[in-house]
């Protein structure tokens, strides 16, 4: 199966920038889904950004801040985020997923964490 790995994650100041990176490894097929999730202590998790079908989404509380991107070539999306915020403290994962004769599958890495101080 298609197996995710994070990396980027660390301890910044608010203000400054992170650039996470999740990449595949695996059995490749059509990939129609890359995007970002992250969930903070005893909360749910949510939506950070998404690029599917060809088009990009973000949660409203990116607020401009985050950029997701993807390298085609490696299977490997990103996350820039910049002015990040105390609030964005989470553990953040990457999702993809493919289209496996018509059935989507679903893979998820197992999480880096952000941690943003005042």
């Known amino acids: 199966q298609l197996q995710l790995v994070e990396s980027g994650g660390g301890l910044v100041q608010a203000g400054g920038s992170l650039r996470l990176s999740c990449a595949a490894s695996?059995?490749?097929?059509?990939?129609?889904?890359m995007g970002w999730y992250r969930q903070a202590p005893g909360k749910a998790r949510e939506l950070v950004a998404q690029?599917?079908?060809?088009?990009?989404n973000y949660a409203d509380f990116v607020e401009g801040r985050f950029t997701i991107s993807r390298d085609t070539a490696k299977n490997t999306v990103y996350l820039q985020m910049n002015s990040l915020k105390p609030e964005d403290t989470a553990v953040y994962y990457c999702?993809?997923?493919?289209?496996?004769?018509?059935?989507?599958?679903?893979?998820w890495g197992l999480g880096t964490q952000v941690t943003v101080s005042s």
């Open positions: 695996g059995t490749m097929f059509r990939i129609i889904a």
């Open positions: 690029i599917s079908s060809g088009t990009t």
């Open positions: 999702k993809q997923a493919d289209s496996f004769y018509g059935v989507t599958r679903d893979f």
